[in-house]
């Protein structure tokens, strides 16, 4: 077993590695910019290193920095967390080149998975199906032009480097076309450095299910079940379930061994989530992130399988203790993911100093969070706050059980999205179960409105 490890991340997904970490007795070094000098995960750490400035560029992306930390500090591993360098294949290259252990797969898999215009002709080879779209990269305006009137408009033009919802355009004709290329394009520059762009048939109303999978050294991958992450805004997950409610038995099985045969097809090993678009009884791949996801937490309490403590074992190189077949799915977990946003302005984020807090808890409930009472959440990094799961033994129990969670959360200091999620989670479509990933925008002004009713009641009162 690994006896002490890095972790290059902050936050939540940080305190995360760092329980998993203890209770398999290993050592922790935070490695933390400057702006994080205070958080919890730095606290709690077995040792902490200061790698730079706040600037994720010159810290927390900073592969020197982390590599020269953890020698220094006698670690065997580093954990990259998700964000970041967590999909990085030339980080997993040189970990394994200094000698420490890479808590996620090789540089090889990470490679063939990541560029996700190359990984949609890996898949489609290893026979897992795919959105019609452009052969590989699109590489002008003419180009995507001629691939969009061979699939169809609408399209969606997508960064090949793309993550976390950026670098994605829609097009609805070849009017729109030029355009939606040139800002895609500028985008994905911007946000990961890379502008090759793709193009895949606009899917009407999908619902986005994923599923996740782990595979051992010793060439044994296996699926956790699936999660349904089709309430987002923009591209971006909001709330997340595990299972995906209303798949038969048979859908969700052709989609879990599809997903074993997308890992296998990399060379997978670790932690990993195979995403795919659901059209009716039809499913395409869409992308595989080589990394712990944010939503991981949900597939943990139906599964009673902690994934991360499995990522470290695995990365001590030991085999998989369970297989397949003894994997069970019990009841229904939901996630809200409280984000430090503004709803009266355009949900923007609007992150701060934590005057006053209290989570939720109880019987089935877990929390996710590095905040505490007066801490500051940093405008340096993303705007989550907290993440708040809910298990029940049915999926109304869920529901009914992460609407008392959501009632119980109190964060002042800064504006969150926790009401809009609880108007969601009353919303007679996401009840039923029926939620696409057009649902939140389409319904965005109705569950508003209402939250504004609520709150003017508040005040009479
Ligand atoms: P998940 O896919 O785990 O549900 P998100 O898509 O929300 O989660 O991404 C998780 C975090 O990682 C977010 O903070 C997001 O900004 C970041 N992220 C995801 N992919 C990339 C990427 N390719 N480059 C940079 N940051 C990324
Ligand atoms: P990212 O790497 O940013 O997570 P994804 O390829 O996973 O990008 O797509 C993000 C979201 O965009 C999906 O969850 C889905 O809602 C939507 N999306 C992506 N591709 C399509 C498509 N071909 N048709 C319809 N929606 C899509
Ligand atoms: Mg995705």
Redesign the pocket.
């Known amino acids: 077993m690994l006896k002490r490890v890095l972790i290059a991340n902050r936050g939540e997904i940080a305190l995360r590695v760092l329980r998993a970490c203890r209770e398999l007795g290993i050592e922790t070094v935070a490695a933390y910019s400057e702006a994080d000098a205070e958080a919890l995960h730095v606290q709690l750490a077995t040792e902490a290193v200061c790698i730079g400035p706040a600037q994720a560029a010159e810290s927390y992306l900073n592969q020197n920095a982390l590599l020269t930390a953890a020698l220094a500090t006698g670690c065997d591993g580093i954990h990259p967390g998700?964000?970041?360098l967590s999909?990085n294949a030339d980080f997993s290259d040189a970990c394994g080149a200094a000698g420490l252990a890479f808590i996620g797969p090789s540089g090889d898999a990470i490679r063939k998975a990541g560029s996700k215009s190359a990984a949609r002709e890996l898949m489609r080879s290893a026979g897992v199906p795919v959105t019609p779209g452009s052969n590989g990269p699109v590489s002008s305006v003419e180009e995507a032009l001629a691939a969009a009137e061979a699939v169809g408009y609408p399209v969606l033009l997508k960064a090949s480097?793309?993550?976390?919802?950026r670098g994605i355009r829609r097009c609805g004709s070849g009017k729109d076309l030029p355009a939606a290329y040139a800002g895609a394009k500028a985008e994905a520059a911007a946000?990961?450095g890379n502008d090759e762009m793709y193009l895949e048939k606009l899917v009407l109303r999908p619902r986005h299910v994923e599923v996740q999978i782990l595979a051992d050294r010793q060439g044994h991958t296996v699926y956790l079940g699936d999660r349904d992450?089709s309430v987002q805004r923009r591209n971006?997950?909001l709330l997340e379930e595990a299972p995906a409610p209303g798949l038969s038995l048979e859908l969700r099985q052709a989609m879990g061994r599809a997903a074993v045969r997308a890992a296998e097809a990399v060379g997978y090993e670790g932690a990993g989530?195979v995403e795919f678009l659901l059209d009716g009884e039809n499913f395409y791949f869409m992308e595989m992130?080589t990394?712990i996801?944010?939503?991981h937490g949900v597939t943990e309490l139906v599964t009673g399988v902690d994934l991360v403590r499995q990522q470290l074992r695995i990365a001590s190189g030991l085999p998989l203790d369970f297989r397949q077949e003894d994997v069970r799915i019990q009841g229904c977990a939901l996630e809200c993911r409280v984000n430090a946003e503004d709803p009266s302005r355009d949900f923007c984020p609007c992150p701060g100093k934590v005057e006053f807090l209290h989570f939720p808890g109880g019987a089935g409930v877990r929390v996710d969070s590095c905040l505490y009472n007066g801490c500051t959440l940093s405008p340096y990094y993303?705007s989550?706050a907290a993440k708040v799961l809910a298990h029940g033994t049915t999926r109304l129990e869920a529901i009914r059980k992460m609407r008392r969670c959501l009632e119980e959360f109190t964060l002042e200091g800064f504006p969150t999205n926790a009401e809009l999620s609880y108007e969601i989670l009353f919303h007679p479509v996401f009840v039923r179960g029926r939620c696409t990933t057009a649902f939140l925008e389409e319904h965005l002004p109705e569950l508003l409105d209402f939250s504004r009713r609520v709150g003017e009641r508040e005040d009479e009162v």
Not at 161 to 165: E, N, S
């Open positions: 998700y964000g970041f999909e480097a793309g993550g976390g919802g946000c990961f992450c971006q997950k989530t992130n990394r996801q944010v939503e993303d989550l």
